[in-house]
């Protein structure tokens, strides 16, 4: 079963730095989509050496949170994901969200 993680990126690129290699142990594939309002660079530079693991959507909009722009920036992350695997599943979180882990 393959799983794709859809994250929104916008201002927290510590806590997705932590999350990601807990992503990357569940074998999950990793999609960006960082917000144009900012240096995606510099947001880059923040999440540090598990960015190289990730795959960037070229195609970033300025997200207005709870706007339709937040839409096309999802819908732009699925476009990505479904043009690079035949992925089972999907699952959207922003760059503030860490995965809970059950025993």
């Not at 794709?4 to 916008?10: D, E, G, K, Q, R």
């Not at 999350?19 to 142990?25: D, E, T």
């Not at 732009?76 to 503030?96: I, M």
Request: aromatic content about 10%.
């Amino acid at each position: 079963m393959r799983g794709a993680i859809l994250v929104l990126c916008f201002r927290e690129p510590n806590v997705l730095r932590a999350a990601l290699p807990v992503y990357r142990a569940a074998d999950l594939d990793v999609f960006l989509h960082v917000d144009a309002k900012l240096d995606q660079a510099a947001y880059l530079r923040a999440l540090g050496p598990p960015a190289a693991d990730c795959r960037l959507v070229e195609d970033r909009q300025t997200v207005f949170w709870g706007g339709f722009s937040m839409i096309r920036a999802e819908m732009a992350l699925l476009r990505d994901a479904l043009q690079r695997d035949a992925y089972d599943s999907f699952t959207l979180v922003s760059d503030d969200s860490f995965p809970w882990l059950t025993a």
